[in-house]
C-alpha cells in the first residue's frame, strides 16, 4: 500500500497512528493512551509500554529505521509518499522483521523553485502552521527547508476533579534537506531532522468499579471508584523529592516533554556495471513522558518515563545486473543504539504496592550485523523468479538494572531495613534463570514479626543489580514467483521467513524473573495474489491473501507474585498461526470522480501456548485474611483467538469540478470501519467495533496557487477506545478515541 503526500494531507494524517484507519490489516494502538506505539500488521505485534522493545514492524524515514515505538511519535510533515509493506522484510534493505515494515519518504529539493505555507483552525482551539522553500540553488546543489507547529489548546477530556480539560497537543518540527549532484554518476542527500512534542497525555477511563483498601478489612472503610470518576491528573505529591518526579505538582495534567534530532545521509555512485548505494542514519531521542494510569486522584499507579535513546546505522548496497534478465542486490546492515532509562512508579495509596514509591534504572544497548541479497530472474516469457536471503546477527545487552525503593512516606520499607535510595529490590536470580529468591517473598514468608524488629540477617539485603547479555543469529529469506500473463496482470506468489531477535523487559519488578529475556521469534509466510490494471489504466485493483506459520510468537503476558498478583513479563508462545487477506481498489470512473476501497481479514489462533491467566487472577483478587495473592491461574490458549481485529474496511469517494473559469470544488468523503480488536488479556480487554466518518469540502484553484478547505472528522461523535488495560487495583482502564472535530485550512503555493 502506498498514500500520496497530498493523500494524507486530505485524510488528516498528522502521526504514523493515522494511518490505522486507511490502510488494511495495519493497527497501531498507543499503551495507556501514551506515547508508547503497538504497530499491527497482518496480527503480528508485540504488545508492550516498555521503551526498551523493538517491534516487528519497522517504522523508517528515509530509508533510516527507527529501531523504538516511542521514537516513531513526532509529527508528521512535507512527507512525499508513505508505503506499508506486509510480511517478513530484510533481503533488501534495512532491518529484518517478522510483521512489515512503515517507510515514510519525505520530499526532496525539488528541480525548480517551490514555496508554501498553510493555515488551519479548529475546533478545541486547534491550529496548524506549515510551510516549505526549495528548490535549487545552483547547477549542482539544490535545498529545501520545511516546518510545522501544531497545537491544540483544549483537550478533549475534562478532569471531574479539577475541571480542567485535557489532552491538548503541541507538536513542532522542522527539517533542512541538502542535495549534491557533482558528476553525473554521483549524488549526495542530507536530510537533518529536529522536533519537539510538549502535548499532554490523556486521562485513562475505569469501565469497572473497584475499591481501595487502604489494607483496612472492613468494608466501609474502602474507598470505591466507579466508571463515572474520570480524573486524568497527575497525583504525585509524596515523591517531589524524586528524580523525575521533582517538577511535578499534585493535579498536574499528564503530559510529555520529547525532544528529537537525527541525520539521513543517502549516497548513490553509478560506477558502471554496479550501483553503490550508502544510507547512514542517526536519531536521538531525549524522552519524558508522565502518565496517570489510574484515572483517580490518588498516587496508585501514576509512571514517569525518562528515556535517551541514540541510535546509529550504516547500509551499503551494490546493485547490477547480468544480461537483461538478471538483476541483482548485496549489502551489509550495521545497527547500534543505547538506552538510558529511568521509570518511576508512585504507588503510595496504593496497600498493595506497600504504599512504596519505586523506580527502575538500566541500561541497554542493542548491535545489529546483517548481510543480505536479493535476485529477480526473468527466466522466460512472462515468468520472474525472486530469490533473496539475510544472515543477521544481534546481540542485546542490559546493565546496571534494578528496583528501587524511591519514597517511603509511612515507614514501611524503612521498618523492613530497606532504605529509602540506591539498590535492587527484585532480589537474586539464578545465572540459569532456574529460581529466583525474591527479596518481599523472604519476608513474607519468613515470618516478619510486625511488632519487633526484623532480624536483618533473616532475609538478604538488597540485591545486586541485574546484568545480561542475549546473542541472537538467524537465517531469513524469500522466494517469488511471478506470472505476467499480459501487460495489465501480474500474478504472484511468494513464500518467506522473518526473526526477530529476544529482549528484555523493563518493568518495576519485584522478583528478576520479571527480566528474563525472552526467546526471538521467526514467522514464515505464504503469499499469493494478483495486481491488475482495469479499465483502460482507470482503476487499480490488488489483491492478496496468506496464510502464517508463527513459531515462539513473543507476547506480553504476566507472572505470578504472592505480593503483587500478576506481574508484567513476556512469554513466547510455541505455535500460532495467522491466515487473511487484503482487496485494494483506486477507481477513477468518470472525470473529476475518484474512488478508494480497501478491505481487510486477518485471523490469528493460538495453536500451541500455556499461559498464566492474569486476568482471572486479578478479577479473583488476593486472599480475604492474609492479603496475599495464594492462588495462580494458568490457562491453556491453544485454540484461542490471537490478538487482533478480523475486518477492517476503509473508502474514500471523492468529486471535483469546475466552479468558476479560474475554481474548482472538490467534495470528498472518506470512512472507515474496524472490527472488534481482540485483547490477550481477556474479552474483558476487547476493543469495541466502531465506524468513523470524515468529510471535506474545498475550493481550488485551477492552477494550483491556493486551496480552501473545510473539514470535518469523526462526524457521527462515534465513542470508542483505542486502548484497554489494567494495573495491580484497577480491573479494566480505557483509553478514549477523538471525538468530532472540524475546521478549515488555507494553503498557498509559490512555484
Known amino acids: 500500500t502506498a498514500l500520496s503526500g497530498d493523500l494524507l494531507n486530505d485524510l488528516g494524517v498528522q502521526t504514523v497512528n493515522d494511518l490505522t484507519e486507511f490502510v488494511p490489516n495495519l493497527s497501531i494502538l498507543n499503551q495507556f493512551g501514551g506515547d508508547q506505539a503497538v504497530f499491527d500488521i497482518r496480527g503480528v505485534a508485540l504488545f508492550s509500554y516498555d521503551t526498551g522493545n523493538s517491534a516487528p514492524v519497522a517504522t523508517y524515514v528515509d530509508g533510516v529505521v527507527l529501531p523504538y515505538p516511542v521514537m516513531t511519535q513526532g509529527q508528521l510533515f512535507d512527507i512525499e509518499r508513505v508505503e506499508i509493506l506486509r510480511g517478513p522484510q530484510g533481503t533488501l534493505f534495512g532491518k529484518n522483521t517478522t510483521g512489515g515494515a512503515v517507510s515514510f519518504i519525505t520530499n526532496g529539493a525539488g528541480d525548480s523553485f517551490e514555496a508554501a505555507v498553510t493555515g488551519e483552525i479548529g475546533n478545541y482551539e486547534y491550529?496548524?502552521?506549515?510551510?516549505?522553500?526549495?528548490?535549487?540553488?545552483?547547477?549542482?546543489?539544490?535545498?529545501?527547508?520545511?516546518?510545522?507547529?501544531?497545537?491544540?489548546?483544549?483537550?478533549?477530556?475534562?478532569?471531574?476533579?479539577?475541571?480542567?480539560?485535557?489532552?491538548?497537543?503541541?507538536?513542532?518540527?522542522?527539517?533542512?534537506?541538502?542535495?549534491?549532484?557533482?558528476?553525473?554518476?554521483?549524488?549526495?542527500?542530507?536530510?537533518?531532522?529536529?522536533?519537539?512534542?510538549?502535548?499532554?497525555?490523556?486521562?485513562?477511563?475505569?469501565?469497572?468499579?473497584?475499591?481501595?483498601?487502604?489494607?483496612?478489612?472492613?468494608?466501609?472503610?474502602?474507598?470505591?471508584?466507579?466508571?463515572?470518576?474520570?480524573?486524568?491528573?497527575?497525583?504525585?505529591?509524596?515523591?517531589?523529592?524524586?528524580?523525575?518526579?521533582?517538577?511535578?505538582?499534585?493535579?498536574?495534567?499528564?503530559?510529555?516533554?520529547?525532544?528529537?534530532?537525527?541525520?539521513?545521509?543517502?549516497?548513490?555512485?553509478?560506477?558502471?556495471?554496479?550501483?553503490?548505494?550508502?544510507?547512514t542514519g542517526y536519531d536521538k531521542l531525549d524522552r519524558t513522558n508522565q502518565m496517570d494510569w489510574d484515572g483517580t486522584p490518588l498516587p496508585i499507579n501514576d509512571y514517569s518515563f525518562t528515556s535517551d535513546i541514540e541510535a546509529w546505522s550504516q547500509e551499503f548496497r551494490f546493485s547490477g545486473t547480468a544480461g537483461e534478465n538478471f538483476t541483482w542486490i548485496a549489502g551489509a546492515y550495521l545497527a547500534k543504539d543505547e538506552i538510558d532509562e529511568k521509570v518511576r512508579y508512585d504507588c503510595t495509596a496504593s496497600d498493595i504496592c506497600l504504599n512504596l514509591a519505586y523506580g527502575v534504572d538500566y541500561e541497554q544497548e542493542s548491535d545489529t550485523?546483517?548481510?543480505?541479497?536479493?535476485?529477480?530472474?526473468?527466466?522466460?516469457?512472462?515468468?520472474?523468479?525472486?530469490?533473496?536471503?539475510?544472515?543477521?546477527?544481534?546481540?542485546?545487552?542490559?546493565?546496571?538494572?534494578?528496583?528501587?525503593?524511591?519514597a517511603d512516606p509511612f515507614g514501611v520499607a524503612a521498618y523492613l531495613n530497606y532504605p529509602v535510595g540506591p539498590g535492587n529490590l527484585a532480589g537474586y536470580l539464578a545465572?540459569?534463570?532456574?529460581?529466583?529468591?525474591?527479596?518481599?517473598?523472604?519476608?513474607?514468608?519468613?515470618?516478619v514479626d510486625f511488632v519487633n524488629p526484623v532480624d536483618p540477617t533473616y532475609c538478604p539485603s538488597y540485591g545486586?543489580?541485574?546484568?545480561?547479555?542475549?546473542?541472537?543469529?538467524?537465517?531469513?529469506?524469500?522466494?517469488?514467483?511471478?506470472?505476467?500473463?499480459?501487460?495489465?496482470?501480474?500474478?504472484?506468489?511468494?513464500?518467506?521467513?522473518?526473526?526477530?531477535?529476544?529482549?528484555?523487559?523493563?518493568?518495576?519488578?519485584?522478583?528478576l524473573m520479571q527480566w528474563a529475556p525472552y526467546d526471538s521469534e521467526t514467522l514464515t509466510a505464504y503469499e499469493a495474489g494478483i495486481k491488475w490494471t482495469l479499465a483502460e489504466g482507470k482503476a487499480q485493483l490488488n489483491a492478496s491473501a496468506y496464510y502464517y506459520d508463527y513459531e515462539d510468537r513473543q507476547v506480553v503476558s504476566t507472572m505470578h507474585d504472592i505480593i503483587f498478583g500478576p506481574l508484567t513479563t513476556y512469554a513466547n508462545a510455541p505455535e500460532s498461526t495467522l491466515k487473511g487477506f487484503e482487496i485494494e481498489l483506486n477507481w477513477i470512473p468518470a472525470e473529476g470522480w475518484e474512488v478508494r476501497q480497501a478491505l481487510g481479514y486477518s485471523s490469528g489462533e493460538f495453536d500451541e501456548f500455556i499461559d498464566y491467566d492474569g486476568g482471572t487472577v486479578i478479577q479473583n483478587g488476593p486472599d480475604p485474611e492474609t492479603g496475599l495473592w495464594l492462588d495462580p491461574v494458568y490457562i491453556d490458549r491453544s485454540g484461542e483467538d490471537a490478538p487482533g481485529t478480523d475486518w477492517q474496511y476503509s473508502g474514500l469517494l471523492a468529486y471535483q469540478a469546475d466552479l468558476t473559469g479560474s475554481l474548482d470544488w472538490r467534495l470528498q468523503f472518506d470512512y472507515a470501519y474496524r472490527d472488534v480488536y481482540t485483547s490477550i488479556l481477556g474479552p474483558d480487554y476487547d476493543l469495541e467495533s466502531y465506524w468513523l466518518l470524515n468529510a471535506q469540502f474545498s475550493l481550488i484553484q485551477k492552477e494550483g496557487r491556493w486551496n480552501l478547505a473545510l473539514w470535518g472528522r469523526n462526524l457521527a461523535d462515534e465513542e470508542y477506545f483505542t486502548d484497554k488495560n489494567f494495573y495491580n487495583e484497577a480491573v479494566i482502564m480505557g483509553a478514549v478515541g477523538a471525538p468530532r472535530t472540524y475546521g478549515i485550512r488555507f494553503t498557498y503555493n509559490w512555484f
Open 127 to 279: 491550529t496548524r502552521i506549515e510551510g516549505f522553500v526549495g528548490g535549487p540553488i545552483s547547477e549542482t546543489f539544490g535545498a529545501r527547508l520545511a516546518a510545522i507547529n501544531v497545537r491544540q489548546r483544549e483537550g478533549y477530556q475534562t478532569d471531574v476533579v479539577t475541571d480542567k480539560d485535557v489532552g491538548g497537543i503541541d507538536r513542532s518540527g522542522v527539517r533542512l534537506t541538502l542535495e549534491w549532484e557533482p558528476t553525473d554518476n554521483l549524488d549526495f542527500d542530507l536530510k537533518l531532522r529536529a522536533g519537539r512534542d510538549e502535548s499532554e497525555n490523556g486521562g485513562l477511563k475505569i469501565l469497572a468499579p473497584f475499591a481501595e483498601t487502604f489494607g483496612d478489612p472492613n468494608p466501609d472503610n474502602w474507598v470505591w471508584f466507579t466508571p463515572e470518576f474520570h480524573p486524568g491528573h497527575w497525583d504525585t505529591s509524596v515523591s517531589a523529592n524524586v528524580e523525575g518526579f521533582a517538577d511535578i505538582n499534585p493535579f498536574d495534567k499528564p503530559r510529555r516533554d520529547n525532544d528529537y534530532r537525527g541525520a539521513t545521509l543517502n549516497i548513490n555512485w553509478d560506477i558502471g556495471p554496479v550501483l553503490f548505494t550508502s544510507v
Open 369 to 406: 550485523r546483517a548481510l543480505f541479497a536479493h535476485t529477480e530472474w526473468a527466466f522466460a516469457d512472462n515468468w520472474n523468479l525472486t530469490f533473496g536471503l539475510r544472515y543477521t546477527d544481534e546481540e542485546r545487552e542490559v546493565r546496571d538494572m534494578s528496583t528501587t525503593v524511591d
Open 431 to 447: 545465572d540459569d534463570f532456574s529460581s529466583a529468591a525474591g527479596i518481599l517473598e523472604c519476608l513474607v514468608f519468613g515470618g
Open 464 to 511: 545486586p543489580e541485574f546484568n545480561n547479555k542475549l546473542e541472537d543469529d538467524a537465517w531469513s529469506g524469500k522466494i517469488g514467483l511471478d506470472w505476467l500473463p499480459n501487460d495489465d496482470l501480474l500474478v504472484f506468489g511468494s513464500i518467506s521467513r522473518g526473526f526477530k531477535s529476544g529482549g528484555y523487559g523493563s518493568f518495576p519488578a519485584s522478583q
